[in-house]
């Protein structure tokens, strides 16, 4: 199945003029993840939270199929097409030697084991606002899930958006604020925020793009159109966005909407992967919803 | 700069390939649709009293939550075979969402149609029940839905 890539951030890449010295790829202390212990139920929370089954598991999959993330979707961009990779336990084909450290890396920085810069198309500028913590349970979770050796494909990328330390500017125009919605929050929305603004994503979907194809903060939430080219995806701040919380909670619970017509195009995978979470983090998303500035 | 209207060409080359050129809808094909979407609208005036009942909006009621989920099933045991004739898809006829790929995969229709009215007739017993058990099969019915409309609906314009 081809995709519209979403995330279609890549314009960045000319921003790799920003200079090949301050383009190395960052990496977290290795010590401090090594140490820390992750928890295989938190672990779950993280990984539905995060959405990880919508882009890594098999294209098209459905029910238990959803966690056996053996890659193969596709993302087509102005730029090439993308291939989610195999991030399946598997030691040759997925990530089965790899540590909590490696995976903080990529999901924190963007950064490879090898040291590389992974393409924006995997939302690490939102993940790298989750905890330490959150990737160790992760982690944790995640080597618990069935092993596929369905090998990764390659991406098709035309030169000069192969190379991939130009992607370093990019990062360094566009890494974005650790929060987003500043000031006091109640502990209910500020944990909505922890959700909506890293490990959700919201905003990689429902924020516009400057011209670079970095996020506009000031609008954020404000609404994008879509890049497949039909439709709009909606603002869904206070704005725009009218329904109660608990209207709010049943459409990331069952994808109803106040009318009854049910969440379609992407939003319909997210809904999927939000009805994995607690009642409560559901509660929360809508509490940050309410908080969030309007974007006419 | 060359780069970036490069970009912008292709952009709307893309926009421009997503909007098809519409033919006026003739009236057997505006009858159809009318028609389909209205079945549509049936199943959501129904989930409109199931789901205040699970929200807390509406008084929980067994009968009335049973008529309603009995609804639901019957509408799903409506024939089928004239809502969707050829040439009424989004590419080819006005006012309608429903994409191409609906008619290029009707075994999966099929198993999608299949699966909304199992998680009907699940409603059926669980909003007789108690709240708690409509409650819990209002997330299989939302899935029902969404899995037909997330394949075969085109987003909204």
Not at chain 1, 30 to 42: P, S, W, Y
Not at chain 1, 244 to 249: F, K, Q, R
Request: aromatic residues 8%.
């Amino acid at each position: 199945m081809k995709r519209p890539l979403r995330y279609g951030v890549l314009f960045g890449l000319l921003a790799g003029a920003v200079g090949w010295w301050a383009t190395a790829p960052e990496r977290v202390p290795e010590a401090q993840f090594a140490a820390l212990r992750g928890d295989v139920a938190r672990g779950e929370i993280v990984f539905w939270a995060g959405g990880c089954a919508a882009c890594h598991s098999p294209p098209q999959a459905e029910g238990t199929d959803r966690i056996v993330l053996s890659g193969g979707r596709s993302f087509v961009s102005d730029f090439g097409t993308f291939y989610a990779p195999n991030i399946s336990p598997d030691p040759e084909h997925g990530l089965g030697t790899w540590k909590t450290g490696d995976l903080a890396n990529a999901m924190l920085h963007g950064t490879s084991p090898a040291g590389q810069h992974y393409y924006p198309a995997f939302p690490y500028t939102s993940y790298a606002r989750a905890s330490p913590q959150d990737v160790a349970d992760l982690w944790t979770f995640l080597q618990t899930l069935p092993a596929s050796d369905i090998p990764s494909k390659a991406h098709e990328v035309g030169f000069p958006f192969s190379i991939r330390r130009a992607l370093g500017g990019w990062k360094i125009l566009f890494g974005g604020p650790p929060r987003i919605l500043t000031g006091n929050l109640s502990p209910e929305a500020a944990r909505g925020r922890d959700l909506v603004e890293g490990l959700g994503h919201c905003g990689e979907c429902h924020s516009p793009r400057n011209a670079l194809g970095g996020i506009d903060y000031d609008r954020w939430l404000g609404g994008a159109p879509n890049p497949s080219g039909k439709g709009k995806i909606p603002n869904i701040t206070p704005a725009k966005l009218d329904w109660s919380e608990t209207d709010l909670v049943e459409y990331f619970t069952s994808g109803f909407t106040p009318e009854y017509d049910s969440a379609g195009g992407e939003m319909a995978e997210v809904v999927q992967n939000l009805a994995h979470l607690p009642l409560a983090d559901r509660q929360a998303i809508a509490a940050y919803l309410k908080a969030v500035p309007a974007v006419e | 700069m060359k780069v970036i209207s490069k970009c912008v060409l292709a952009a709307a080359f893309v926009t421009g390939l997503g909007s098809a050129v519409f033919a006026e809808n003739d009236a057997a094909t505006d009858s159809v649709i009318k028609a389909r979407q209205g079945q549509m609208q049936l199943y959501a005036h129904n989930l409109g009293l199931l789901g205040g009942m699970a929200k807390g909006a509406v008084p929980y009621n067994a009968d009335a939550a049973k008529a309603a989920a009995s609804s639901l099933v019957l509408l799903t045991q409506l024939d089928a075979s004239r809502l969707w004739p050829q040439g009424s898809d989004e590419m080819s006829a006005d006012n309608t969402r429903a994409l191409p790929d609906l008619w290029d995969n009707q075994d999966d229709v099929m198993k999608k149609a299949m699966a909304l009215s199992e998680a009907a007739a699940a409603m059926e017993i669980a909003s007789g029940t108690s709240l708690e058990s409509l409650q819990g099969a209002m997330g299989p019915l939302g899935g029902a839905c969404g899995g037909c409309h997330k394949a075969y609906r085109a987003p909204e314009n």
